[in-house]
């Protein structure tokens, strides 16, 4: 029986060193009180190859979400044909609302196949949901007693901790820890810090195992400093956002948090880019030099009234000019240091 005993534990260790998913995964949890909604994303590792319009499907979005969350080129044509391979991690948008006391999204809806089994139709979801999970919230009791043409609710998770991260802006991200991983390789591919995701997702030690979900903070960049006619909103690092009925593309980062807000590539019924008296576009800033540094004036996108661009000039000095008297950002999207700022629809 000792024997046993042994043999058992060894082959349990060695299932546990081999087959690490075997550990049952962590899954952190916002608890909440109200009925507001937030932005968020989710880290989608695929597990199959898989176009961005199957992705968007998979997860009741749409294509031009997927391209302005991960900062994909919007004119490239048929966008929805782009084929990713296997194991690309995708940013995937959703709206975090507060169902039954916690944080999570229940829109994503799916439509049961053939051949599909509640496992099955997890893995599809890379991670980001347990089988479990998916029983629980639609209420199958027998192992896998689901029917062709059957809509199960994917209950996805998600976090708001009210936009912020010591005190700033940040669009919370749910993260699929993958083999190898630990909280400083991700605190470094994500500029954040162990120190911060520990407190972020309450746990009690540096320590996760594949297959957590945690929640990371993504540094955003706001509107919130601007004088808006409509509102504020936020852009995630490394992503864009389009604006007044995708008039005005609005970007952040990769090098700063500056939201900077410039024509679309599809701006075609759109007037009023101008600032009024100048021939500055929004987006653009005209640098004379002095005998003191440079005096710069920028025209800002200001929001919109209909299909009306609003912008203002605003006017600074700095030391040093940049060389060029008028510097347009029309066609970047990684746009000059000197340039813009902006606002969201």
């Given at each position: 029986m000792k024997t046993t005993t042994s043999q058992s534990l060894l082959l349990l260790l060695l299932l546990l060193l081999f087959f690490p998913f075997l550990v049952p995964a962590k899954f952190v949890i916002e608890p909440c009180d109200s009925s507001n909604s937030c932005q968020s994303l989710l880290s989608y590792r695929l597990p199959f190859d898989s176009k961005l319009s199957e992705i968007a499907s998979r997860f009741q979005t749409d294509v031009?979400?997927?391209?302005?969350?991960?900062?994909f080129d919007p004119t490239d044509p048929l966008?929805?044909?782009?084929i990713l391979s296997e194991n690309t991690?995708?940013?995937?948008?959703?709206w975090c609302p507060c169902v039954d006391g916690i944080r999570r999204s229940v829109s994503t809806v799916y439509t049961v196949e053939a051949i599909d089994t509640v496992d099955y139709i997890a893995v599809g979801y890379g991670g980001l949901v347990s089988a479990d999970q998916i029983r629980e919230a639609n209420k199958i009791s027998d192992w896998d007693r689901i029917y062709l043409g059957q809509r199960l609710v994917i209950p996805l998770p998600c976090?708001?901790?009210n936009g912020s991260d010591n005190g700033l802006?940040?669009?919370y991200m749910s993260y699929v820890v993958k083999q190898g991983e630990s909280l400083k390789s991700?605190?470094?591919?994500?500029g954040t810090t162990v120190t911060d995701l520990v407190a972020v997702n309450g746990l009690?030690?540096?320590?996760?195992n594949t297959g957590d979900v945690l929640a990371i903070p993504i540094p955003a960049c706001s509107s919130a400093y601007l004088n808006l006619n409509h509102g504020n909103f936020i852009v995630p690092n490394a992503s864009y956002a389009l604006t007044a009925y995708d008039c005005v593309q609005c970007t952040c980062g990769p090098k700063d948090l500056i939201l900077r807000c410039f024509p679309s590539p599809f701006?075609?019924?759109c007037n009023r880019f101008k600032c009024r008296g100048t021939n500055l576009y929004i987006g653009e800033a005209y640098e004379e030099r002095t005998m003191s540094g440079c005096n710069v004036m920028k025209c800002l996108y200001r929001g919109y009234h209909g299909h009306k661009i609003l912008s203002s000039l605003s006017y600074s000095t700095k030391f040093r000019c940049s060389g060029n008297r008028n510097r347009s950002t029309l066609q970047s999207t990684a746009l000059p240091e000197d340039t813009v700022l902006g606002t969201k629809s």
């Open positions: 031009t979400q997927i391209l302005e969350s991960n900062g966008p929805g044909n782009q991690v995708v940013r995937v948008p959703i976090f708001c901790f802006p940040v669009v991700i605190g470094r591919n994500h009690g030690s540096a320590l996760v701006a075609t019924n």
